[in-house]
């Protein structure tokens, strides 16, 4: 089955700076990769999607990016804000399985 | 309701008892998620419901743990014979098709198995 490996699993940034999260997947089967950003005490929302016959795609100050062969993609912040400080999930999905297989997640805080 | 909708919001039960943590999903979401959210870690898959098929239910930990679905809207997790191991948060989420896109949390039930 798949399996999503996330890191750094903490990173700490001044505000106004770039973050950049990264994660790697095992099945290059797999064809949805999605971005959940979980502030403290509430529950997991659904911050941007790619999918694999997409590099890039971008929505205001985040972005993710996606390298198929490397089986890799990851989630650019920009201009990072206080309120951008959260626990940030990705994972990844299989074609023929209906489910989420998630990365451990990485702790960002932005530092005013 | 708006979102999807989880009860109760905290549960706190002694090791061996048994637990029923409900899920109501949004309206005319068809698939319906359990994951399992432990301190610090990322979200386990447990069970994935959609629509009348046969649920996926190769995410339980062991046989304690089952799930229902009722009328294709309401899902009930049981937890028999709970044990401390099992304390964490549990989400359910549910999405307008399968394919596991754009899901939508719950806020979760906190377990702590004393």
């Known amino acids: 089955g798949e399996n999503v490996e996330q890191h750094p699993s903490t990173l700490s940034v001044q505000e106004g700076d770039s973050a950049v999260i990264k994660c790697t997947y095992s099945d290059s089967a797999s064809n949805y990769f999605p971005w959940y ?3 403290l005490g509430k529950r997991p929302q659904l911050i941007i999607d790619i999918r694999s016959n997409v590099g890039e795609k971008k929505d205001q100050r985040i972005a993710v990016t996606l390298n198929k062969t490397a089986k890799h993609f990851s989630l650019h912040i920009t201009e990072t804000q206080p309120e951008d400080s959260a626990v940030y999930f990705c994972a990844a999905s299989e074609p023929w399985r209906n489910k989420l297989v998630f990365g451990a997640g990485t702790i960002l805080r932005v530092k005013s | 309701g708006a979102g999807v909708s989880q009860s109760p919001s905290n549960k706190v ?3 061996g008892k048994d637990v ?3 899920c109501d999903p949004i309206s005319g979401h068809t698939a319906l998620y359990w994951y399992r959210q432990s301190l610090g870690q ?3 898959f447990l069970i ?3 629509g009348n098929s046969a ?3 190769s995410g339980l930990p062991s046989d304690r743990f089952s799930a229902e679905r009722t009328g294709g809207s309401v899902s ?3 937890i028999q014979r709970t044990q401390q191991e099992d304390s964490a948060v549990y989400l359910c989420a549910s999405s307008l098709d399968r394919g596991a896109e754009k899901l939508f949390f719950g806020s ?3 377990l702590s198995v004393l």
């Open chain 1, 37 to 39: 950003k979980q502030e």
């Open chain 2, 13 to 15: 039960t002694e090791k």
């Open chain 2, 20 to 22: 029923e943590l409900r």
């Open chain 2, 42 to 44: 990322g979200l386990e």
């Open chain 2, 48 to 50: 994935y419901f959609q």
């Open chain 2, 55 to 57: 649920p996926d239910k």
């Open chain 2, 76 to 78: 009930t997790l049981t």
């Open chain 2, 108 to 110: 979760g039930t906190q």
